[in-house]
């Protein structure tokens, strides 16, 4: 089992920054992919930014440029640097991790969740 923990939501004004980190612990499982993912009610969960253990980046057109994923594999951390926030970017934000056991089995974890609100 792996354990997901999101801290660093809040609440600020447009144009105002947030950074967000994500913990994994608990479980020997190689972890192939983490992102964070972003929910408001009555809409779809969507991809907000993804990284891979080899460094590889994925972003959402909407935060490119103002978003910057990235990772701490000594602490299995990942972290979200989000500057230059909008009223849009008002969601749950979700710590989302791709897993790989030792027979090869794949797994798909989430962690609670961290509501991030931006509003004048």
């Known amino acids: 089992q792996v354990q997901l923990v999101e801290s660093g939501g809040g609440s600020v004004q447009p144009g105002g920054s947030l950074r967000l980190s994500c913990a994994a612990s608990?479980?020997?499982?190689?972890?192939?992919?983490m992102g964070w993912y972003r929910q408001v009610p009555e809409k779809e969960r969507e991809l907000v930014a993804t990284i891979t253990s080899a460094g590889n980046i994925n972003y959402a057109d909407s935060v490119k440029g103002r978003f910057t994923i990235s990772r701490d594999n000594a602490k299995n951390t990942v972290y979200l640097q989000m500057n230059g926030l909008r009223p849009g970017d008002t969601a749950v934000y979700y710590c989302?991790?791709?897993?790989?056991?030792?027979?090869?089995?794949?797994?798909?974890?989430w962690g609670q969740g961290t509501q991030v609100t931006v509003s004048s």
């Open positions: 989302n991790a791709r897993t790989t056991s030792l027979f090869g089995y794949r797994g798909n974890h």
């Open positions: 608990g479980s020997r499982l190689r972890i192939d992919v």
